[in-house]
C-alpha cells in the first residue's frame, strides 16, 4: 500500500510537472522556464542526482535508471516528461541538449519495450496517456506538495 501511494504521488507529481510545463510554455512565453520545471521534477523523482543523470549519453542514462531500480511503472512518466523537457529545450535554442533529451527518452522507452516520439508529447496524447494510468494532473494544484 505505501508502495502504491508512494508511486502515485510520484505519477502525479510528473503529470503536474508536465502540465504546467504546457501553461509556461504556451504561446513560446517561457520554453526555458518549462524545460527547468520538468528538469526539476525528473530530479526529485528519479532520486539519481538529476545534473548527472540529465547529461549522460543516451545508453548510459537507461543503465543508471535500470542500476537505480526505478519502479518501471514510472518509466512512461520519465520518458515523456524527457521528450517534453526537448521540445522545449528546441523551442529555447538549446539544439545539443533538445537532441540528449529525445535520445535518452526514446532510449528509456525502447529498453522498456515502447516506442516514443514527439506526437506522444501533444496535450491530447498527453491526456490520454494520464487517462489511461489513471491520474488527474489537475488533482492537486502544487507539485511540491506532492514530494
Known amino acids: 500500500m505505501l ?11 510528473l ?7 504546457m501553461l ?4 513560446d512565453e517561457d520554453p526555458e522556464g518549462a524545460a527547468e520545471l520538468l528538469e526539476a521534477a525528473l530530479d526529485k523523482t528519479t532520486e539519481i542526482d538529476g545534473a ?3 547529461q549522460m549519453a543516451p545508453e548510459s542514462f537507461v543503465a ?4 537505480s531500480q526505478t519502479d518501471p511503472a514510472l518509466i512512461g512518466y520519465i520518458s515523456r516528461t524527457l521528450m517534453l523537457e526537448s521540445h522545449y529545450l528546441s523551442e529555447a535554442g ?10 535518452q527518452a526514446q532510449a528509456l522507452a525502447r529498453a522498456y519495450g515502447f516506442e516514443l516520439g514527439p506526437t506522444d ?3 491530447e496524447e498527453l491526456d490520454r496517456f494520464f487517462e489511461e494510468q489513471n491520474v488527474d494532473p489537475s488533482d492537486a494544484s502544487d507539485p511540491s506538495s506532492l514530494s
Open 15 to 21: 503529470a503536474i510537472a508536465m502540465r504546467e510545463s
Open 24 to 27: 509556461r510554455a504556451q504561446g
Open 52 to 54: 548527472l543523470l540529465l
Open 121 to 123: 508529447i501533444t496535450p
Open 64 to 67: 543508471m535508471v535500470q542500476l
Open 3 to 13: 508502495q502504491q501511494d508512494y508511486l502515485m504521488r510520484m505519477f502525479t507529481a
Open 94 to 103: 538549446f539544439h545539443e541538449r533538445a537532441t540528449l533529451r529525445a535520445e
